[in-house]
Structures are given as structure tokens and as C-alpha cells.
């Protein structure tokens, strides 16, 4: 049992140790892009940010609980401030009106290609983690019904393929 739980651990902090997938950074990208719409600044991607989150919240939370969605996005948060301590600001928020925390203080004052990039490899580090833990097949899943309008896009990294 002893060795069991150690290769756990061992694969856990292996796999929380690596970086995102091409496909986990497409799928961040594409996510934000499409939760900010028109909006171009930002503060437009810092709104993104926080309708995203509580996109994916909505659609794990009943899988794996609050809790399980927390501690999963907060290792997806500090795996992400490792790589680039701008992104300090960022939590998860309390309650559940708002899911992200420091979104807007970590957008102030900075170019919107710099928001975008750090913003999507917060999000590209938790789909990151779900492809570990499920598989990219059913990340994709989850995000296609958070997104069903993503399933369209040409760019789709998983598109719905005719029977």
C-alpha cells in the first residue's frame, strides 16, 4: 500500500511538474477568446478570465465537487504563477457569485497581448491537468458543453467527426 501511495505522489507532482500541451494552451486560448467577444482591452480579457472560470466551474463542480474544482484550479494557478509571478493577483474566489479573483488587478496596466498570454496559461494549465487526470477526449467534452459553440470553430483541436 505504502509503495502504491508514493508512485501516486511520485506521478502526481511528475505530471504537475510538466508544461502544458499544445492542445491544453489552444484550448485556453480559444475559451478566452470566445468569453471576451468583441472586447478588445484588458479589461475585457480580465472579464473573460472570470466568465471562464465560472464556465468550467459549472461543469466540474458537479463532477468532482467544490472542493475537488478548488484544489484543481489552485494547483492549475500556482503552476502558473511558478512560470510567471505577474501572475500573483490570481485566485480563486470565495462564494459562489465569483469564481476568479485578481483578474482586473492583474490586467492593470498591461498590454492586452500580455493579459492574454498570462490569463490563458492560468486556463492552459488546468485543461493541462485535466488531460492528465481524464484524458483530452473528455476535457474536450466538458468544454464542448460549456462551450457548445466552440465545437464549430475550424481550429477545434477535437472536432465532431460524422459517424
Not at 60 to 66: C, F, Q, T, V
Not at 86 to 103: I, K, S
Amino acid at each position: 500500500m505504502l509503495c502504491r501511495t508514493f508512485l501516486y505522489f511520485t506521478a502526481v507532482e511528475q505530471m504537475s511538474q510538466s508544461l502544458p500541451t499544445p492542445l491544453a494552451r489552444e484550448l485556453a486560448r480559444r475559451v478566452l477568446r470566445h468569453e471576451t467577444g468583441d472586447g478588445q482591452g484588458a479589461e475585457s480579457l480580465a472579464a473573460a478570465a472570470e466568465r471562464a472560470c465560472a464556465g468550467l466551474r459549472g461543469q466540474l463542480a458537479p463532477l468532482i465537487g467544490a472542493v475537488g474544482f478548488a484544489a484543481l484550479f489552485d494547483r492549475a494557478l500556482r503552476l502558473a504563477r511558478a512560470d510567471d509571478p505577474a501572475l500573483a493577483p490570481l485566485a480563486l474566489a470565495e462564494g459562489p457569485e465569483r469564481c476568479l479573483e485578481g483578474a482586473r488587478a492583474f490586467a492593470a496596466g498591461r498590454e492586452p497581448a500580455e493579459v492574454a498570454a498570462g490569463l490563458a496559461a492560468a486556463f492552459a494549465h488546468l485543461f493541462h491537468l485535466l488531460h492528465t487526470l481524464i484524458g483530452e477526449d473528455l476535457t474536450a467534452g466538458l468544454v464542448r458543453r460549456a462551450w457548445p459553440d466552440l465545437a464549430g470553430d475550424e481550429s477545434d483541436p477535437h472536432p465532431e467527426t460524422p459517424p
